[in-house]
């Protein structure tokens, strides 16, 4: 058996998870108290498998869960009998045939290059290229809420050492300035990630910005501040501020990432695999790199597998500057074992074939395509 047939794709499963948050996930565009989200095993002729995971959020993308488990099946087969040492080309296709589900996507590719790795006995992040591979540390969220229970938390993952803050925005811009301030009056060390989910006109962003300015509330990044379509909003909020703009809805295809960087209509990226795909992502990180933007990597709700495979974007690909890894620190349970692993803020790389971990599996309703 030659190496390329060592590597042929033999079974691809899937099955639905329930993952409850510690507490309620309150954004501009919609709100979450369990993540309904698939995870995927993929195995390979050698013995090898991989992991990935489905985390569709449907305020924010439209996917959910259901779609997912309908769409997975003629993907699944798609994959069967092809080598993974293909991957690229496997992404390509896979990318061809799901443009409207790329959280699905997503959990495919993540199953795929997990199984590749394992057989290939290197770290996801290897992959990549390595170039980055350190302990990073991440910000935390904060959701839209009362201020005293805000204020609250903040001060206790403040205690656990978290430094820099990402508050959700954009729902009412006069309660949003009074939440950040008191965030920051409490605790005076920390700075801030702004998120407002395309809550926001943009007069309100600068009257917004205007006030944070005027209270010298350190804020280090504005993510998202007018909706997706609201292109001259978003061009005009960029051209008036002097803190620097994410793209993160505006930012779903290599396409919409070229369009921006030709308007120069913002100064970072927030990329996320659940919103593009894997693949997609890394198209994107190397045209941002290429063309002098800066980068943030975010996610859904979701677990330490598709976290884990961001977590792997950054060891490998390196220039993030912006790390909003907190996702899984925010759900009730952890169903994952071995993989990276957070102490405090920070972000410990794992040195284990793929992505190190493993999950238990529901044979329940597990859907298997072999
Ligand atoms: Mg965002």
């Known amino acids: 058996m030659t190496r390329v047939d060592e590597f042929r794709i033999t079974k691809v499963e899937a099955w639905p998870v329930v993952l409850p948050l510690l507490e309620p996930f309150i954004v501009a565009s ?6 309904h989200n698939v995870f995927v095993r993929i195995q390979l002729q050698n013995g090898a498998h991989g992991f990935g995971e489905m985390a569709p959020f449907p305020d924010i993308s439209g996917e959910d869960q259901a779609g997912c488990l309908v769409a997975f099946p003629s993907a699944a087969r798609s994959l069967l009998g092809q080598s993974a040492l293909h991957w690229r080309q496997l992404a390509h296709e896979l ?3 799901t443009l409207k589900v790329p959280a699905m996507r997503c959990g495919l590719e993540t199953a795929l290059l997990d199984a590749l790795c394992r057989g290939m006995g290197i ?6 290229g390595g170039a980055d591979v350190r302990i990073r540390t991440t910000d935390v969220t904060l959701p839209i809420g009362e201020i005293e229970q805000i204020v609250e938390t903040a001060r206790r993952w403040f205690d656990r050492g978290f430094r820099v803050f990402k508050m959700k925005v954009g729902r009412d811009v006069e309660a949003d300035i009074q939440r950040v301030e008191a965030v920051y009056r409490s605790l005076p060390a920390a700075s801030f990630v702004i998120d407002a989910n395309q809550g926001f006109t943009a007069d309100q962003t600068l009257l917004f910005l205007d006030a944070v300015h005027r209270r ?6 504005l993510e998202q501040p007018v909706h997706r379509d609201d292109w001259d909003g978003l061009l005009h909020v960029h051209q008036q501020s002097s803190i620097p703009i994410a793209a993160d809805e505006s930012v779903r295809s290599l396409a919409d990432a070229e369009r921006l960087i030709r308007d120069r209509a913002v100064d970072v990226f927030n990329v996320k695999i659940t919103k593009c795909g894997v693949m997609e992502s890394v198209n994107i990180v190397n045209l941002a790199r290429a063309s002098g933007l800066r980068l943030m990597i975010g996610g859904m709700v979701e677990s330490r597998v598709a976290m884990g495979c961001s977590l792997s974007l ?15 620190l925010l759900l ?3 169903p994952v074992v071995g993989g990276y692993r957070y102490e405090g803020h920070e972000l410990h790389p794992w040195k284990t074939p793929g992505l190190g971990l493993e999950l238990p599996s529901d044979s329940l309703q597990t859907v298997v395509i072999q």
Do not use: C, K, N
């Open 123 to 128: 770290p996801l992040w290897a992959l990549w």
């Open 30 to 35: 919609g709100s979450m108290t369990v993540a």
């Open 95 to 97: 990318f061809e045939g």
């Open 216 to 221: 010298r509330i350190p804020v280090l990044l």
């Open 314 to 328: 950054v060891l490998g690909i390196g220039g993030f500057d912006f790390i909003d890894l907190d996702m899984p």
């Open 332 to 334: 009730a349970l952890d």
